[in-house]
């Protein structure tokens, strides 16, 4: 508990201060954060002798990450025609090896991109937007306010399996719980800087988020489940990688910019 505690107080005065200043440092900070998230769920699945494949991924996670508004002036590609680019290469590259590297593998490192490109995408497109920092600070929250209750509740009333075969402590009373603080944190998060919408455009808003948010963090359970693995790193001692950290942010800034909350 001690280093995890340490881990979390040493990652907080990290990435609040680069939140704060946002620009290139933050843009840099957010690649890094999802290269290594991405190489971190490659590695779950045991990667082969072929590393170009993976390169190739980190790539296509980059070029997801890059604002659509880079595009803007360039007339020969645009953003999709790169993907779409980078995505027949992999698929070339299946035959240049003979199937050594295969279909299913190749389909694989495509959606590892999208799983992971897009939740960090929304991220910077936030901080890049209006209202930034309340923005960004307010989905945090939820997602803490919705991990906490889930503990909390689960620890004390968790009597109902959620979901046991891919995670077993998770509880039906535990996942209403987080709920029920992400709503109370979403309230006073209102009361002290007001959003525009209405009160209960901000629960139904807050119910969803924190419910997507416990889907997203299932998804990266379940992904350690079938790789039999514990953490998806060892980067954070005592919280594991960085897909353990933000395995439910993929899914809550994702949901907030497609509802148009943000």
């Known amino acids: 508990m001690k280093q995890r505690t340490i881990t979390a107080i040493v990652a907080l005065l990290i990435f609040v201060p680069i939140i704060i200043i946002g620009g290139l440092p933050f843009t840099i900070f957010v690649y890094l954060l999802a290269t290594i998230g991405?190489?971190?769920?490659?590695?779950?699945r045991h990667p082969d002798k072929n590393f170009f494949p993976y390169v190739l991924s980190a790539l296509l996670t980059w070029v997801i990450l890059l604002p659509n508004e880079?595009?803007?002036?360039?007339?020969?590609?645009?953003?999709?025609?790169?993907?779409?680019?980078?995505?027949?290469?992999?698929?070339?590259y299946t035959v240049l090896v003979k199937n050594e590297f295969t279909f299913d593998q190749v389909g694989f490192v495509i959606l590892a991109a999208f799983y992971v490109g897009l939740g960090f995408f929304y991220l910077l497109q936030t901080r890049d937007g209006e209202n930034a920092l309340r923005?960004?600070?307010f989905a945090f929250c939820i997602i803490w306010a919705t991990d906490t209750g889930a503990y909390l509740f689960g620890r004390k009333l968790g009597k109902h399996k959620l979901w046991p075969t891919i995670s077993p402590k998770k509880t039906v009373e535990g996942a209403v719980?987080?709920?029920?603080?992400?709503?109370?944190?979403?309230v006073i998060f209102h009361l002290i800087e007001p959003f525009d919408q209405s009160w209960l455009t901000l629960i139904i808003v807050t119910v969803i988020a924190s419910s997507f948010g416990q889907i997203g963090d299932l998804v990266?359970?379940?992904?350690?489940?079938?790789?039999?693995?514990?953490?998806?790193?060892?980067?954070?001692?005592?919280?594991?990688?960085?897909?353990?950290?933000?395995?439910?942010m993929l899914f809550v800034f994702p949901l907030l910019h497609f509802i148009h909350f943000f």
Do not use: C, Q
């Open 38 to 44: 991405l190489f971190e769920l490659i590695r779950m």
């Open 220 to 248: 990266e359970s379940a992904f350690k489940r079938i790789y039999n693995v514990k953490d998806s790193g060892k980067i954070l001692p005592g919280h594991g990688g960085i897909l353990d950290r933000f395995d439910s």
């Open 70 to 92: 880079f595009f803007t002036n360039i007339e020969w590609f645009t953003k999709y025609e790169l993907i779409s680019v980078i995505i027949f290469v992999l698929l070339a």
């Open 135 to 137: 923005n960004i600070l």
């Open 177 to 186: 719980g987080g709920i029920f603080v992400a709503v109370i944190v979403a």
